[in-house]
């Protein structure tokens, strides 16, 4: 059983910086796509970014593309995701999930973290 565990989270102002880590256990990292998610007040999670378990291909939403990095570090068992140029628009749980031997994430990925609250103030 695949365990995953958020932090990073915080308030930050717009135009500020902050980055979520995804720390890993009960698997092989290699093994898996990974990425995040997000949930804000009222909406329904969406996808972020994936960085696949071949490779270093990495999607990302058109909304966060330029702003946002996603990179994994398989040795440490830790994926990442550098947020830079933050908008209020921004402002959700951000979950980190994993997807076994997939290209991309699905909507429905085979494990989820407990998330990671994400606060830009304007």
């Known amino acids: 059983q695949v365990q995953l565990v958020e932090s990073g989270g915080g308030l930050v102002q717009a135009g500020g910086s902050l980055r979520l880590s995804c720390a890993t256990s009960g698997g092989t990292l290699s093994f898996y796509t990974m990425g995040w998610f997000r949930q804000a007040p009222g909406k329904e999670r969406e996808f972020v970014a994936d960085?696949?378990?071949?490779?270093?291909?990495?999607y990302y939403a058109d909304s966060v593309k330029g702003r946002f990095t996603i990179s994994r570090d398989n040795a440490k068992n830790t994926v990442y995701l550098q947020m830079n140029s933050l908008k209020p628009e921004d402002t959700a749980d951000y979950y980190c999930?994993?997807?076994?031997?997939?290209?991309?994430?699905?909507?429905?990925?085979?494990?989820w973290g407990q998330g990671t609250q994400v606060t830009v103030s304007s």
């Open positions: 999930a994993a997807q076994y031997k997939k290209l991309r994430l699905t909507i429905t990925p085979d494990y």
């Open positions: 960085i696949s378990w071949i490779g270093i291909n990495t």
